[in-house]
């Protein structure tokens, strides 16, 4: 519940549409036969929309309590060790640069996420560059 020194602790249905609508982002073709990353899918979009919001040790501790008690319904599948194994991020800029459509999919190493940013900072770069030369020459 929000307080005056948890003002931004403002829940509600739409953080829950918010993760329900980056989930069907995912193209199946991709997950098909992967339960795991599917589940890691969902702990991811679950991370961002709510653990990334919270700022006491407490709160975060009882959201994780929480993710790992749903993990319980996926039976043998839901092994927090390999759900929560980090990195575990998601971002359409894999897809992108790897030719798929847009969806997303997982980042394996924080050196491939970095080697991704890069080459998406230099075309953005370009796109700007090339863009300012045309308005203003």
């Keep these: 519940m929000p307080t005056a020194r948890k003002f931004h602790y403002q829940f509600n249905l739409r953080d829950f549409s918010k993760v329900v609508q980056n989930i069907n982002l995912a193209q199946p073709g991709l ?40 993990l319980k319904d996926f039976g043998e599948l839901g092994k927090p060790d390999v759900i929560f194994e980090e990195p575990l ?11 798929h459509e847009a969806s997303y999919l997982p980042v394996t190493t924080m050196e491939k996420l970095k080697e991704i940013l890069e080459a998406k900072l230099e075309e953005y770069n370009e796109a700007v560059a090339t863009m300012n030369l045309v308005l203003f020459n």
């Design 31 to 70: 997950y098909k036969g992967k339960p795991n990353d599917i589940i890691r899918l969902w702990a991811h979009e679950c991370h961002r929309v709510w653990l990334d919001r919270l700022i006491f040790e407490e709160d975060r501790n009882v959201y994780m309590n929480w993710m790992t008690n749903a």
């Design 89 to 99: 991020m998601y971002t359409s800029y894999v897809a992108a640069c790897e030719g």
